[in-house]
C-alpha cells in the first residue's frame, strides 16, 4: 500500500511539473508573439511623376522620420539636409530628368501621421497619400520619376520674354524669403545712400574750378563700387546667420543636451550664390579701375 501510495505522489507531481512548464511556454509563446507585434514594422511603397523643378515633400505631425536613404542622380537633386534626426520633414527636387529612389524610415512609440505632397511650379500643390499609424516602424519607399516640363500648345510660340520670366520664378523659388528680405532692405540702402552721395560729390565738384564734374566712367564705376559693397554686406550678413544659427543649435544640443526645433536656415546654395555675386560684382569693378585708370574719390 505505501508504495502505491508513493507511485501516485510522484505521478502527482510529475504531472504539476509538466503543467507548470506547459504554463511558462504559454505565456512564452504569447509574449513573443505580443513583442512581435508590437516590434513588427509596416512597409509601404508608392510611385509619383514630377516635373523637373517641381518640390516633393515627406511631412509628420511628429518628429518620426528616422532616416532618408537616396538613389539617383544627386548632383541635379537638392534636398535641404535637417539639422538632427529624428525630425518631422523632408524635401527634394530636381532639375534633370531621372529616376530616384527614396527609402524613409518613420518609428513612433505614439500615433502619428505622414503625408506626402507635390509642389509644383505653377504653385499648385496636391496630396500623394496619407498614412495614419497608432505606433510602430512605417518603412516608405518613393520613386520619384522627374520629367520634362508639358509643352504649350498654342497658337503663337512663346517668346523670349516669357521664358525669362519663367526662369527668373524658378530661380527665385531657390531662395528663402528672408533672403529675398535681406536683399531688398540692403538693396534699397544702399542705392539711395549710394545716389545721394554720388550727387553730392558731383555738385561738389561743380562748385570748385580746380576739379570737374564726373563723367560716364566715372560714374558707372563709383555705382560698381556701392554694388560690390552691397553684395559684400549681404554675404556677410548671410554668413553670420547661418553660422550663428548653427553655432547656437551645437551649443544647446552637445552641451545643455536641448533638442530645439529651429527652421533650418543653413542653405549651401543661397551661401554659395551670395559668394559668388559678390565675387563677379568686385571683378567688374577691378577691370573698370584696371582698364580706364578709374580711382575711388578718396584717392582723387
Not at 502527482?12 to 504554463?23: D, G, K, M, T
Not at 510611385?47 to 515633400?57: E, K, M, P
Not at 541635379?76 to 527636387?93: K, Q
Not at 561743380?206 to 563709383?222: A, I, P, Q, V
Request: proline share 2%; aromatic share 16%.
Amino acid at each position: 500500500m505505501a508504495n502505491e501510495h508513493s507511485t501516485e505522489t510522484k505521478t502527482a507531481i510529475y504531472r504539476r511539473i509538466f503543467s507548470v512548464f506547459l504554463i511558462i511556454a504559454l505565456a512564452t509563446g504569447l509574449t513573443a508573439g505580443f513583442a512581435h507585434a508590437e516590434t513588427s514594422s509596416a512597409e509601404r511603397s508608392e510611385s509619383v511623376d514630377l516635373h523637373t523643378g517641381d518640390w516633393f515633400s515627406v511631412s509628420s505631425n511628429r518628429e518620426s522620420l528616422r532616416s532618408v536613404e537616396i538613389r539617383g542622380n544627386l548632383s541635379a537633386a537638392r534636398f535641404p539636409s535637417a539639422l538632427h534626426y529624428p525630425t518631422d520633414n523632408f524635401n527634394l527636387t530636381s532639375y534633370d530628368q531621372g529616376r530616384y529612389s527614396i527609402k524613409l524610415a518613420f518609428d513612433f512609440p505614439s500615433e502619428y501621421d505622414v503625408i506626402m505632397l507635390v509642389n509644383e511650379n505653377n504653385a499648385a500643390r496636391k496630396e500623394v497619400a496619407s498614412y495614419y499609424f497608432s505606433s510602430g516602424q512605417l518603412i516608405l519607399t518613393v520613386d520619384l520619376d522627374f520629367g520634362a516640363p508639358d509643352q504649350i500648345t498654342s497658337g503663337s510660340h512663346t517668346t523670349g520674354w516669357d521664358d525669362f520670366a519663367s526662369w527668373t520664378t524658378r530661380f527665385g523659388d531657390a531662395f528663402p524669403l528672408w533672403v529675398k528680405l535681406l536683399y531688398a532692405v540692403l538693396g534699397i540702402q544702399f542705392v539711395a545712400v549710394g545716389y545721394e552721395w554720388i550727387r553730392f560729390e558731383n555738385e561738389a565738384r561743380g562748385d570748385e574750378s580746380s576739379m570737374s564734374r564726373f563723367d560716364r566712367g566715372n560714374l558707372l564705376y563709383l555705382w560698381s563700387e556701392v554694388l560690390y559693397k552691397l553684395f559684400l554686406t549681404a554675404f556677410l550678413a548671410i554668413a553670420a546667420v547661418m553660422s550663428g544659427q548653427f553655432i547656437l543649435v551645437t551649443v544647446l544640443r552637445f552641451m545643455f543636451l536641448a533638442q530645439v526645433n529651429m527652421l533650418d536656415l543653413w542653405d549651401l546654395f543661397v551661401l554659395g550664390f551670395a559668394a559668388g555675386i559678390a565675387a563677379i560684382a568686385y571683378a567688374f569693378k577691378l577691370c573698370l579701375e584696371k582698364s580706364f585708370d578709374l580711382k575711388p574719390l578718396f584717392q582723387d
